[in-house]
């Protein structure tokens, strides 16, 4: 019997809504993953985007565990010589709190193109607003 690749047509995308308020960063985002990856389908196909939309909201009210919030580095390299920089998630949540969420969850997918592709499946909002409500998002409990 052979294994049978779902076709462009028969891929069903669904939208969820996940409330970050009080969840743990990397608990979540590997929820997120599984999600945006498709790997919760019983017909997943790994070099095919068949996962669905995820819109995260309250991404500033997620949490870390123990002192990563003040140990934990994010560390980047300009291309210039000395250019290596590093920050924390404390200075990142004052500015811009979901891309910790985002950097997060990019970490967990594919390292290529479909890797970039299942990424802009993800849409995170600091607050509780967001402009997805004709979607219709199911709300999904993690």
């Known amino acids: 019997m052979k294994t049978r690749t779902p076709k462009a047509n028969e891929i069903e995308k669904k939208w969820y809504l996940i409330d970050a308020k009080g ?3 990397g608990r979540l985002a590997s929820k997120i ?3 945006l990856r498709g790997k919760h389908k019983p017909g997943f196909t790994p ?3 068949i996962g669905d939309y995820v819109v995260v909201i309250n991404a500033d009210k997620a949490i870390f565990t123990g002192k990563k919030e003040r140990e934990k580095k994010y560390r980047w390299y300009t291309g210039y010589p000395g250019g290596l920089r590093e920050t924390t998630p404390e200075r ?3 500015t811009h709190p979901e891309r910790i969420l985002i950097h997060a969850v990019k970490g967990m997918l594919p390292k290529n193109r479909l890797g970039r592709k299942i990424a802009k499946h993800l849409f995170v909002y600091a ?3 967001h402009p997805h409500q004709a ?3 199911e709300k999904l409990q993690i």
């Open 135 to 137: 979607q219709k998002p």
């Open 127 to 129: 607050s509780e607003i």
């Open 33 to 35: 993953a599984v999600l």
């Open 92 to 94: 990142i949540r004052a």
């Open 23 to 25: 969840k743990i960063v």
């Open 47 to 49: 070099h095919l985007d």
